[in-house]
């Protein structure tokens, strides 16, 4: 099933445009949600009520061919471009290549993502094309309420995911402690170390990722220190890993907190009540609430308890200092927001529910599940269980 672009429609109607154009690589997520295509080299797509064209190098366009979702490709190559780069040079080429194409589907004006590149922009504009900026993110509104197909794509990440998780987790239970710091085979572990056993395992089930956390102790503290050096017994280790499909693109996202050894009173409070507040949260989660509302469910656990958060202190350090959770799906986060500022959830929607304390004196906890909002209420998509102490 294709995802439901009436939205665009609405939008290109509303504002007089004639098409939504984008040009950039497939990296850029839009980019890859409108053609259906993965390229590392810019390419443009043309997104009409009618059709959507790809126009591609002759490199690309066998493949564009086969893989995109494109009613047409075409070739750059077919308005002259090695010619009028010759004459003119590569940037004069381009745009009087993409306005040529433009003006073929009779296309005078534009929309674009707000981030389109200037000089292409200009370029269309010198040649009488209006081009604008939208400011309504609509492709990102479309691309929140995933397909049964993105759903199971999310799935598959997760599933890897958990290996990854299950990976960590038994390394660092089979390492011994020598002076309060966890050693494996002779030598420290290392949030290196561990980040390199993640990144084997999510490679071996079809995933990879730029970056992942493992974050020990005073570094667990700030939700995105992604953790360096030696790790310790007795201190929190969150481990968050929100790794990417190789196969199509999708992402999943998990954090689990661990303690090898024996976690303090404090560790183990915090731990409990951060258990609670992702309870909750999921409770709260069905069709019709706000990400504001289930936002608002776990700032009041931790404010009930004594916890600073940032609806209550919005300058507070510690305590309870992030939104509860994104949307995920082509972008690790993406929309809907799951935070004071948090749209309606609807079926289909993709988040995580992510409550956690972090305070340097004593370190930071974290638990994350992803789950798909559905008819009644949600499915997990995350069965890894939430353990302390391994």
């Known amino acids: 099933m294709d995802p439901d672009f009436s939205p665009l429609d609405d939008l290109l109607e509303a504002e007089d445009a004639d098409g939504y154009l984008v040009d950039d690589t497939s990296h850029n997520s839009t980019q890859k949600y409108l053609s259906g295509f993965e390229a590392h080299d810019p390419f443009v797509t043309l997104y009409t009520p009618e059709k959507t064209i790809l126009l591609v190098s002759a490199l ?151 970056d992942t956390i493992v974050a020990c102790g005073a570094n667990a503290a700030d939700p995105h220190d992604q953790g360096s050096g030696p790790l310790h017994a007795d201190e929190a280790i969150i481990i968050d890993i929100f790794p990417r499909s190789k196969e199509t693109g999708y992402h999943a996202d998990m954090t689990r907190t661990f303690v090898k050894g024996d976690p303090s009173e404090e560790i183990r409070e915090r731990f409990d009540l951060t258990h609670e507040a992702l309870n909750a949260a999921l409770d709260a989660v069905e069709p019709g609430v706000t990400g504001a509302d289930v936002h608002d469910v776990v700032c009041d656990r931790y404010e009930e308890a004594g916890y600073d958060t940032l609806r209550s202190n919005a300058t507070a350090e510690t305590g309870f200092i992030h939104s509860t959770g994104h949307g995920v799906g082509l972008d690790v986060h993406e929309l809907p927001r799951i935070a004071s500022n948090g749209e309606e959830l609807k079926p289909g929607h993709v988040i995580t529910i992510e409550p956690g304390l972090y305070d340097p004196s004593v370190g930071g906890v974290r638990i994350e599940d992803i789950v798909v909002v559905t008819e009644d209420g949600y499915e997990n998509l995350t069965s890894y269980p939430v353990e302390l102490v391994v």
Do not use: W
């Not at 309060?180 to 980040?195: D, H, I, M, N, Q």
């Open 60 to 210: 690309e366009y066998g493949r564009a061919k086969k893989q995109s979702r494109a009613d047409e490709v075409r070739r750059v190559a077919e308005y002259d471009y090695r010619e009028l780069v010759s004459e003119h040079g590569p940037a004069e080429a381009k745009a009087r290549a993409h306005a040529e194409f433009l003006d073929e589907y009779d296309v005078a004006s534009v929309l674009t993502p707000e981030r389109f590149p200037l000089g292409p922009a200009d370029g269309l504009r010198e040649r009488g094309v209006a081009v604008e900026a939208e400011e309504s993110d609509r492709v990102t509104e479309i691309r929140a309420t995933k397909t049964d197909e993105e759903i199971e794509h999310v799935r598959a990440a997760q599933n890897a995911n958990e290996e990854a998780m299950r990976a960590a987790e038994n390394l660092i239970a089979a390492a011994d402690v020598e002076d309060g710091t966890l050693v494996y085979e002779g030598a420290p572990l290392t949030s290196e170390r561990v980040k390199e056993e993640i990144e084997v395992t999510l490679l071996r089930h079809g995933c990879g990722l730029d």
